[in-house]
Each structure stands twice: as C-alpha cells, then as structure tokens.
C-alpha cells in the first residue's frame, strides 16, 4: 500500500499534547509505503519533543508540505514515484532553507552517497534502522550535527594517494579550528561552548567555512575536509 498524496498526520491520542511550538522539533516525513511513514510517525511522535507534522508520499508532495509547515528536519526516502530523494533535496532547500534533510535509503553505492552530499543533505540513513536510530539522527540533526556513518565517511574518501591539495588554503586558524570540531561531530552550540564564544559567532564561523569549501552544507563541508587533508578525522 503506498501514500498518494501528501495529507496532514493523525497525531494517535497519547501523543497529541506534544505541538509546533518553542523547543519542539518539527518533522516531516517524505515516504512512499503508507504502513513504513505511519508506523515511523507514531514511534517518533512525542518522543523527545518531536513533533510529525505530515507524511507525503512523492516529491511533489513532499516538497508542498516542507513548504507549508518549514519543519527542522525531514525524513527523505531515496526512491518515491516520482522522482529520487537526491535530485529533491535542492528544491525542498530552497523551499526551506532551515530545515535539515536526513536521506534515508538502502541503495548503497558511493554514487548516491557523492550525490546525497552534493544535494545537501545533513546526514545519510540505512533503511532498516530501529525507529530509536531514527529518533538520533533527528535530535542530531535538528541540533547541526552531520548524521554519518564511519564507514560511509570512508568510502567517501578517495583511494590512498588521491589527495588533491587546494581547497581551505584561506581558511583562518579559527576557521580550521571551527572545521576540526564539525569533523568531531560537534554541533553548533557545542562549538560554541567549547571555544567560548557566542552560538551566533560560531554558527557564522560554521556558514563562513562551508562557503570558503564550496560546500552546500555541513556534511559536505565535513566529507571535503576530510577528503583533502584539511583537518584530521575524528
């Protein structure tokens, strides 16, 4: 049975106290298998403040309801029926600049996971996982933590003695120092609290060294660093 169209989630009883609003995370699923994004929605509902506005099961839709409701994070099936997860992302960006795009899929090539990055995603999941799984990647997510598996950094990575020296030659110390916390996994106010400076000051260090890497996104900033040496991994 697959979801059609795009509609407003029915929040089950238990879990309808929890609404839109200051400190709740806001989550929009985009999935295809009505059973699967009902079955999520209600694990993850008022679980940790979380808060399933709607489930959409094509790319239209998807992108009609991350427009409306501008939720922090959405959950992005690769494959739906009109289109893949990946070639959505730009446009439910533009739609919502805010909010923080999971993948989830279980095709496990390098090319989606170059072209996941590419888009912009803020992190990469297995289908499969335990609804638990699901519900970190969220709060990391939600919080600017890019969402990774160490394995899936790796194969990111070009073969031993394919570095190609050039990108975050202008970096400044503090940018570099910035870059090797988002390598740790760091979030935003975390880096903040670790330097001692203002949240805004670091998510402006943040949004300077993703620009000055060519990087549309945190997890792409992280997998360039990475990739060219800039920093040391984790």
Do not use: F
Request: charged residues 20%; contains cysteine.
């Amino acid at each position: 049975m697959q979801v059609t169209d795009g509609r407003e989630w029915e929040m089950p009883p238990s879990a309808s106290a929890v609404r839109p609003g200051t400190g709740t995370i806001t989550v929009v699923i985009v999935d295809d298998h009505l059973l699967v994004a009902d079955a999520v929605a209600s694990g993850l509902h008022g679980d940790h403040g979380l808060a399933v506005l709607a489930v959409a099961g094509s790319c239209a839709e998807g992108l009609a309801q991350v427009r409306r409701h501008r939720p922090r994070v959405c959950l992005l099936d690769q494959r739906l029926p009109d289109g893949l997860g990946t070639d959505l992302v730009p446009r439910l960006l533009e739609a919502s600049p805010e909010t923080a795009v999971l993948l989830v899929t279980g095709d496990d090539t390098v090319d989606v996971l170059h072209r996941a990055v590419r888009a912009g995603v803020m992190g990469i999941v297995r289908k499969g996982q335990r609804v638990s799984a699901l519900r970190d990647a969220i709060l990391r997510a939600a919080e600017g933590v890019t969402v990774l598996s160490a394995r899936d950094v790796k194969r990111l990575l070009p073969p031993s003695g394919g570095h190609r020296p050039g990108p975050g030659e202008d970096l400044t110390p503090r940018e570099r120092e910035v870059l090797g916390l988002l390598v740790q996994g760091l979030a935003p106010r975390e880096i903040a609290s670790r330097l001692s400076i203002s949240y805004a000051t670091a998510r402006n260090h943040v949004q300077s060294v993703i620009g000055k890497l060519g990087a549309h996104s945190t997890l792409e900033a992280v997998t360039i660093a990475l990739r060219e040496n800039i920093v040391s991994g984790p």
